[in-house]
């Protein structure tokens, strides 16, 4: 049974570093084609992808958000961290982490997914 | 980057009703495309994946179709739990599409 369950801080100050932990359990990290992805979601709009680490470290981000992203993994923890700096009050939003298969033949798609975490950034 | 685009962002129909909803692609995506269904406060949960393959556990009446840069999400007969929000995404670098809200006419 797969299972993703997202914590970090509910509430930011703008500018400041944003980190997620991502705790997985029913698979392995270090399979192959296995990975993890973050996605958000803002209050009322649509999903937006932001990150994704592959078994063997091949990491992905979003164009428009790579600059401030980070994502790593500890395999031996059953964990993703993803690390968004310069937090913005655009930011607030529900971060999803999800479990990801990748194939040549069907791409990477994510079906396990987490529960959500809402983050709001203020002042 | 590849965008995606989804037609319509929104949709009325009643249960037993057959709902299309279209999702383009700027460019070629071969069949890497998923279609994914959130209902109010939940995950989304994933349908379809590599534009026709149904996920494990997804009822028949949920089919997808096309390849290159056209694609479509079918519900043969809508059921009251149908009603939600519909997101395609393409794998090549896992943008997802704007969303298709379905609901009750």
Same mark, same amino acid.
């Given at each position: 049974q797969i299972t993703l369950k997202e914590s970090g801080p509910t509430l930011v100050k703008?500018?400041?570093?944003?980190?997620?932990?991502?705790?997985?359990?029913?698979? $392995?990290?270090?399979?192959? +084609? /296995? +990975? /993890?992805?973050?996605i958000?979601?803002?209050?009322? *709009?649509?999903?937006?992808? @932001?990150?994704?680490?592959?078994?063997d470290d091949d990491k992905r981000y979003s164009p428009s958000l790579k600059s401030?992203?980070? #994502?790593?993994?500890?395999t031996s923890k059953n964990q993703v961290v993803l690390t968004m700096t310069n937090m913005d009050p655009v930011d607030t939003a529900t971060y999803y982490c999800a479990h990801s298969l990748?194939?040549?033949?069907?791409?990477?798609?994510?079906?396990?997914?987490?529960q959500g975490t809402l983050v709001t950034v203020s002042s | 980057? #590849?965008?995606?685009?989804? $037609?319509?962002?929104?949709?009325s129909a009643s249960v037993g009703d057959? /709902?299309?909803?279209?999702?383009?692609? &700027?460019?070629? #995506?071969?069949?890497? @495309?998923?279609?994914?269904?959130? *209902?109010? +406060?939940?995950?989304?949960? @994933?349908? #379809?994946?590599?534009? &026709?393959? @149904?996920?494990?556990? /997804?009822p $028949?009446?949920?089919? +997808?179709?096309?390849?290159?840069?056209d694609f479509t999400l079918t519900i043969s007969s809508l059921q009251p739990e149908d009603f939600a929000t519909y997101y395609c995404q393409q794998s090549y670098s896992t943008l997802f599409g704007p969303g298709t809200k379905v609901d009750i006419k």
């Open positions: 703008p500018t400041q570093t944003l980190t997620l932990t991502c705790t997985f359990s029913g698979f $392995s990290l270090s399979t192959s +084609g /296995v +990975g /993890v992805g973050w958000r979601q803002p209050p009322g *709009k649509a999903l937006e992808w @932001l990150a994704l680490i592959y078994w401030r992203l980070t #994502i790593t993994k500890d990748f194939d040549y033949g069907s791409g990477s798609y994510f079906d396990y997914w987490g | 980057d #590849i965008q995606m685009t989804q $037609s319509p962002s929104s949709l057959r /709902v299309t909803i279209t999702c383009r692609a &700027s460019q070629s #995506i071969s069949s890497y @495309l998923n279609w994914y269904q959130q *209902k109010p +406060g939940k995950a989304p949960k @994933l349908l #379809i994946y590599a534009a &026709s393959s @149904l996920q494990s556990g /997804v $028949s009446r949920f089919s +997808g179709s096309g390849s290159g840069t």
